[in-house]
């Protein structure tokens, strides 16, 4: 299968700096990358679809002010977490769609710690 | 609100014994049908699944059951082991994008 990768795996910020993740497609081009947040012992909970080359489009209740994403190539998108604060502490997922196919390839997620 | 309904929120079976999870939908829209895997501190990992047109899927120990008329389908893991203990989620997809239900944890006793 596809692999999808992320950077970092773990990060620890005060509360108020920025963050930014990394999500990469290594064997693939991914003209659609997802992001995901996912509470402890939670679902997968959608925050924005990304299409290479495009601004996001953020679900409701995202704000996108707060949550920057950026797919500049189609191979990479990032995720900006601003001003994070303690509730913002959380498992981001990023995941990978093959043009005009279905199927998302997930990457193996980062952990978010805002102290 | 919840897309897709899923249960139980967790289920303990003993070694060789057969977990099933079940999954509900209400939107007609939904196309495709994967389940997925994910153990803690790991991404979800694609298990396997099912279009609409299918009544059943099968790949090694896991097999999915799809009825359309009721709008259910399930996962069917046969000879349980050890090293199916983790998180299991159905998810529905419509268009691009996929709602996901809320997860069971299988632990699988030895």
């Known amino acids: 299968g596809a692999v999808v990768s992320q950077h970092p795996s773990r990060v620890i910020c005060k509360s108020g700096t920025s963050v930014k993740i990394e999500c990469r497609s290594l064997?693939?081009?991914?003209?659609?990358m997802f992001w995901y947040r996912q509470f402890p012992k939670q679902s997968l909970m959608l925050m924005a679809t990304?299409?290479?080359?495009?601004?996001?489009?953020?679900e409701q209740g995202v704000e996108k002010d707060k949550f920057l994403i950026n797919h500049a190539s189609l191979t990479l998108s990032t995720l900006t977490v601003t001003s994070a604060h303690p509730e913002d502490s959380s498992f981001y997922i990023c995941?990978?769609?093959?043009?005009?196919?279905?199927?998302?390839?997930f990457g193996p997620g980062t952990r978010l710690t805002v102290t | 609100q919840q897309q897709v309904k899923q249960s139980p929120q967790s289920l303990i079976v003993q070694k060789g014994g057969i977990s099933i999870i079940n999954c509900a939908y209400e939107?007609?829209?939904?196309?495709?049908f994967p389940w997925y895997q994910q153990f803690p501190g790991k991404g979800p990992a694609l298990l396997i699944a099912?279009?609409?047109?299918?009544s059943e899927k099968k790949e090694g120990r896991f097999t999915i059951s799809f009825n359309k008329s009721a709008k259910q389908f399930s996962l069917h893991i046969m000879d349980s082991q050890p090293g199916d203990s983790a998180t299991y989620f159905c998810?529905?997809?419509?268009?691009?994008?996929?709602?996901f239900g809320a997860g069971t944890t299988v632990t699988v006793r030895a």
């Open positions: 995941s990978g769609r093959l043009a005009g196919g279905g199927e998302q390839y």
């Open positions: 064997d693939f081009q991914a003209t659609t």
């Open positions: 990304s299409n290479e080359g495009s601004k996001a489009t953020y």
């Open positions: 939107n007609t829209a939904f196309d495709y």
């Open positions: 099912i279009r609409p047109d299918v």
């Open positions: 998810a529905a997809l419509n268009d691009y994008k996929l709602s």
